[in-house]
């Protein structure tokens, strides 16, 4: 809670810079900020409280997600530095923008209610729908905005008519009662319903096959810090959310929804990977890369008591490398009007050391050691296979290794092209960004257990 109040204290303050005409200040002390605010959060890891009525419950799950998200926030808020340099005047509603989306993520992993599960979700996403659509004079952004709303809105409307019909059969809100009612023989079918279509809003925020056909477009016309934004830090909220949502409506669901999940996962990795093949723009990629990704994270709900360490660890990774990767992105497509793998021809040649990045964080996708995706992988497959799921587990397999080929299809045009343009310098925050996230997610491929043991 006292999280929760700070993000947003500081939302706050991010405008009243702009009164004060402060601007250059912005973005240093907003990641001051959102590293107090890490520290805050991370003093109730263990604690187990709920506020106002349970509409905000405390616990190891929502304090270990809400400090990646914290993460993942300070490294968006500082890319920010310089893609917002030509708009100065509209910086700080950028930078608040993402720090009340920060809020919005939090509430949607610390909620009790469905209530305000919904006020989270909405917060989020109304936060991304602006900025998808930021960058007005590009017709590209304007699609993508109009989509992702139109889509959004659709996906929100499915999930408040599962909430009404969940309400309808329980009568309540409050998550510790509709999980108690659910445990019971006699509920109304109408619960059932609301489940499915709660499951079918979250599929849509995730963008899982086949529910992620709005995904390539807005990834594609989205200005690429939102890109970003949307493939690493929303992508891995709706997810955690999905998750704790699953964990407590996985009452007395028939078999038949679990068979539905593996074919999701399936499909999800399958489209995923086969589409990013054909891709040249590599936002486009890094977007069907993400429905790949959202289909292995997918396979945790098939046994939610005991997989939210390694959903943590998953996502954990992957927003970590979708991090590094996209600084790259940032800085080798700037000022250009497409992200065409051309422009990354010898870029090993030009900045070794951005390559290197880009290298290791695809690498990481792809599920190759040392890096962290590998062992959230093998963790996650691991325990897929204790439960019984072998066919499911050589489809993943197979997956990744058809992976492998688009990412090596960007290492190659790195090194393997001569250079097209020469290459000016590159700011600081750029390599500081890519630098640290990259590093990050060694650290948790050397040492996982620091993370699959918090949840545990």
């Known amino acids: 809670m006292n999280t929760l109040i700070a993000i947003t204290g500081l939302g706050v303050l ?27 959060n991370v003093s109730e890891f263990g604690a187990s409280t709920s506020y106002y009525n349970n509409m905000i419950v405390v616990d190891k799950f929502s304090v270990a997600f809400s400090s990646l998200f914290i993460v993942l926030a300070i490294f968006l808020v500082a890319l920010g530095h310089k893609f917002y340099e030509n708009h100065q005047s509209k910086i700080s509603d950028f930078i608040a923008i993402k720090v009340f989306l920060l809020a919005g993520c939090v509430a949607m992993v610390s909620f009790g209610n469905l209530a305000m599960f919904f006020l989270g979700i909405e917060i989020l996403s109304i936060s991304l729908y602006v900025l998808a659509a930021s960058n007005r004079m590009n017709v590209k952004s304007n ?21 009404c019909l ?43 096959v086949p529910f992620h056909f709005w995904a390539p477009d807005v990834y594609e016309g989205s200005p690429s810090l939102t890109t970003a934004t949307m493939s690493t830090l929303a992508k891995v909220t709706a997810m955690a959310t999905f998750f704790k949502l699953m964990s407590v409506m996985n009452v007395n669901l028939p078999e038949t929804s679990q068979t539905v999940l593996v074919v999701i996962a399936i499909l999800s990795m399958t489209v995923g990977n086969i589409m990013a093949l054909k891709q040249t723009n590599v936002k486009r990629m890094l977007a069907f890369s993400g429905i790949s990704h959202a289909g292995f994270m997918v396979i945790t709900l098939l046994n939610v008591t005991s997989s939210a360490g390694i959903l943590l660890y998953y996502a954990s990774a992957y927003s970590l490398a979708g991090i590094a990767a996209f600084s790259v992105l940032l800085y080798v497509c700037k000022n250009r009007d497409n992200e065409d793998i051309t422009n990354f021809q ?37 325990q897929t296979l204790q439960s019984g799921y072998l066919g499911l587990v050589i489809i993943a397999v197979i997956n990744s290794i058809i992976s492998v080929g688009y990412y090596f299809k960007l290492i190659l045009a790195m090194y393997s092209k001569e250079p097209n343009e020469t290459r000016t310098g590159t700011p600081f925050v750029i390599y500081a960004v890519a630098i640290v996230s990259i590093l990050l997610n060694i650290v948790l491929g050397l040492f996982p257990s620091l993370v699959v043991d918090l949840l545990g």
């Open 143 to 163: 699609e993508a905005g109009m989509k992702y709303f139109l889509m959004g809105s659709f996906a929100s409307g499915i999930i408040l008519f599962g909430i």
């Open 166 to 208: 969940i309400y309808g059969a329980i009568g309540s809100f409050d998550m510790r009662t509709i999980q108690e009612a659910g445990m019971s023989a006699d509920v109304e079918e109408w619960f059932y319903i609301g489940v499915i279509l709660l499951g079918i809003g979250m599929l849509f925020k995730i963008a899982a």
């Open 346 to 382: 010898g870029l090993g040649k030009t900045n070794p050391l951005l390559a290197g990045i880009l290298t290791a964080s695809l690498l990481s996708m792809a599920g190759i050691p040392i890096f962290s995706g590998f062992f959230a992988k093998l963790f996650l497959l691991t």
């Open 14 to 40: 991010c405008l009243l810079f702009e009164i004060l005409n402060l601007r250059k200040a912005i973005v240093p002390i907003t990641i001051i900020g959102l590293l107090a605010v890490l520290g805050l």
